[in-house]
C-alpha cells in the first residue's frame, strides 16, 4: 500500500507540473505564456520534463539542435557594453573559438548576438534579447549544427513578445534542420574549395 501511494503522489506531482506547465507547444509556434513570449520553430522540438520545475529557465531539444532560453529582468547594467561583455564571457565559459559578435534584428527587442564553434565542432549563437516595452531580457543560446546558422537566425528573428505580431501558425518551416550527415558533407565540401583555391594562389 504504501509503495502504490508513493508512485500515486509522484503521478499526481507530474500531472500537476504538466499541466500548470507555462512553455508550451503547437506545431512549429512555441509559447512561453507566462512571459508572453512565442517564437516560431522548426517541428518536432520537445521541452525536457525538468524544465519545467524552473519558471525562468526553457529549453526546445531536437535531434540535431538544442536551444535554451533564459529570462532575466532588466537592471542599471543592462546596456550594450555589459551585455557584449556577458556574451564573450558565456562563450569562453563554452570554450569556443572563431567568435564575432553578429547583427540580428528582432522586432520589439534590442539584440546582441554572438556566434562561434564549440570544441566538438558544433556551431553556437548566443544572443540577448532586450524588451523595448518590459523588463524581460532573454538570453538564447542554440547549439546547432554546421549548415544550420540560417535556421537558427529566423528562430531567433521570430521572438515576439505581448502584443506584437506572433510567429504565423500556418506558414510551413522555409528550412529544414539539417541532419549531421549532411552537414559534415557540406563542411567538407566548403574546406575542399578553400583549398582548391588556395592551391590556385600558389601556382599564380
Not at 147 to 168: A, L
Request: glycine share 4%; with cysteine; proline share 3%.
Amino acid at each position: 500500500m504504501r509503495l502504490a501511494s508513493k508512485y500515486l503522489k509522484c503521478f499526481a506531482l507530474m500531472l500537476t507540473i504538466a499541466f500548470l506547465s507555462t512553455f508550451t507547444a503547437n506545431a512549429k509556434v512555441y509559447t512561453w505564456d507566462k512571459y508572453d513570449i512565442a517564437f516560431d520553430a522548426p517541428e518536432g522540438g520537445h521541452v525536457p520534463f525538468s524544465f519545467f520545475q524552473d519558471p525562468s529557465t526553457a529549453q526546445v531539444n531536437w535531434d540535431e539542435m538544442v536551444m535554451t532560453l533564459q529570462r532575466y529582468v532588466k537592471n542599471e547594467n543592462t546596456n550594450k557594453k555589459n551585455l557584449e561583455e556577458r556574451l564573450k564571457s558565456r562563450a569562453m565559459g563554452f570554450n569556443m573559438y572563431d567568435t564575432k559578435m553578429m547583427k540580428i534584428k528582432v522586432k520589439g527587442f534590442k539584440s546582441h548576438a554572438l556566434e562561434g564553434t564549440m570544441p566538438d565542432g558544433t556551431r553556437c549563437i548566443i544572443a540577448y534579447l532586450v524588451s523595448e516595452k518590459t523588463p524581460t531580457v532573454l538570453e538564447i543560446v542554440v547549439n546547432y549544427l554546421y549548415g544550420n546558422q540560417e535556421v537558427v537566425e529566423d528562430i531567433i528573428k521570430s521572438f515576439s513578445e505581448g502584443n506584437n505580431q506572433k510567429p504565423n501558425e500556418t506558414e510551413k518551416p522555409k528550412q529544414k534542420i539539417q541532419k549531421k550527415k549532411d552537414a559534415e558533407k557540406e563542411k567538407q565540401e566548403i574546406e575542399k574549395e578553400k583549398r582548391r583555391k588556395n592551391e590556385k594562389i600558389y601556382e599564380c
